[in-house]
């Protein structure tokens, strides 16, 4: 059994209870942190889950709204009288562990738990209970997205992208697609997709269930009649969860 939570629907300005990007991937006993928005260990904590439950860590860029929870992560990690010693993997955009070491350059050994860490940035790996396969996004020069699957099922998360029309190779056949909805229609806003760009990926590859996220107060303004599409759309919101 599988199951998504959204941690966070919004994007870098918090409204309406919208924390920034961030969402937990459970397969079976396994948890997966996609993107490290900035209330995560607070959304977590209101699901029931502890920090040191995590067993995975995606990051798809290096901006702030998807990284800085990471580093609150790393941070509540060293405090041995809650969290127990298990260890984490962290795999994500190629340049993650320079990254990550920038920061503890700067904040030194309060990032650095005595827990054991691995950090990977290959583009694709095979964990057993999921595989995943990475792909460039247009957004920023390292950003990229994922799919994912396990028992049998694709999950793509398009994280913070511009629309582009390889997009529907990659997402064709999802049993769940988690798209961006970032830009209003004819805004010159780059890096970012408008919600008929992403209806337009998905009526074309095939997928079991789109969800709209990654919104700004502008953005979400929008209403679609699910009825007109043979598969089932969802906007996030903050702590609800689809089952897989």
């Not at 920034?20 to 995560?40: H, Q, R, T």
């Not at 990690?77 to 298990?86: A, E, G, H, L």
Request: aromatic share 14%; proline share 2%.
């Amino acid at each position: 059994m599988a199951k998504l939570t959204v941690l966070g629907s919004g994007s870098v300005v918090q409204y309406e209870g919208r924390g920034s990007a961030s969402y937990l991937l459970e397969i079976d006993d396994k948890k997966i942190v996609l993107d490290c928005g900035f209330y995560l260990l607070e959304r977590l904590e209101q699901k029931g889950v502890m920090a040191d439950e995590i067993d995975y860590i995606f990051v798809s860029h290096k901006h702030p709204d998807h990284f800085m929870g990471l580093i609150h992560f790393l941070f509540a990690r060293k405090n041995k009288r809650v969290y127990s010693d298990k260890p984490v993997t962290i795999f994500g955009f190629k340049g993650l562990k320079e990254y990550i070491e920038s920061f503890k350059n700067i904040l030194g050994k309060w990032i650095e738990p005595d827990i054991e860490i691995h950090i990977i940035e290959d583009e694709e790996r095979d964990f057993g209970i999921f595989s995943y396969k990475l792909f460039k996004t247009k957004h920023t020069d390292e950003s990229v997205g994922i799919v994912l699957n396990f028992n049998d099922k694709k999950l793509v998360y398009t994280s913070d992208t511009e629309y582009f029309e390889e997009l529907i190779e990659i997402v064709n056949n999802a049993d769940l697609l988690i798209a961006e909805c970032g830009k209003l229609k004819g805004e010159d806003f780059e890096g970012h997709m408008f919600y008929d760009e992403v209806l337009e990926i998905a009526v074309n590859s095939n997928i079991s269930t789109l969800l709209f996220s990654h919104f700004y107060p502008e953005t979400d303004k929008f209403y679609i009649d699910a009825k007109d599409y043979n598969f089932k759309i969802f906007k996030a919101r903050d702590l609800m969860t689809l089952n897989i």
